[in-house]
């Protein structure tokens, strides 16, 4: 996924310290600490939570290139803007959202929302489940309408397929 100077190069460009990516990314800032110091190797699905945070915030990550070229961190063009104001939908929620200046609705299942914490959750606690993981939700965003997945009504419906391997 990414190395430990990788995610201290994305903190620096960012200008987050150690607190701010573990309050974004939902995990405990001892993780985030003891991976930059390659102390130990988060978990899948915390590592996840780290990359997902930092690429939802602007960050593209670079791996070793043919020419041996190294791997890096840059900033991207942040093509999807989104609302925090998630709507209820017969058996999930909608998060409205923009892609390049056109207006999409992102549906996500209740079963998403159930798997990624492998929990049933009340449809009362499903917008706190999709907010801890927002930065997850719009990574898998950005993936299915890369695939091509958003319809001609702007509709995208997300599926397990379109979540980094290890986030269920």
Known sequence: MISAAQCRAA???LDWSQDELAQNAQVA????????????????????SIVSSLEAA?????????????????????ELEYSKSLRQAADGLILPARHKGTALSVYISRDLIDDIDRTNYRPADW??????????FLR?????????KVSSDAKLVLSHDDFPYGTF
Request: charged share 25%; aromatic share 4%.
């Open 127 to 136: 917008l706190a489940a999709v907010q801890k993981h927002l930065p997850i």
């Open 58 to 78: 602007g960050i593209a990550f670079i791996a070793e290139a043919e020419d041996g070229a190294g791997v890096g961190v840059k900033f991207r063009k942040v």
């Open 29 to 48: 800032r001892a993780t985030i600490a003891d991976f930059e110091r390659n102390v130990r190797q988060p978990m899948r699905n915390n590592l996840i």
């Open 11 to 13: 903190r620096a460009l």
């Open 140 to 148: 898998a965003t950005e993936e299915a309408i890369l695939k091509g």
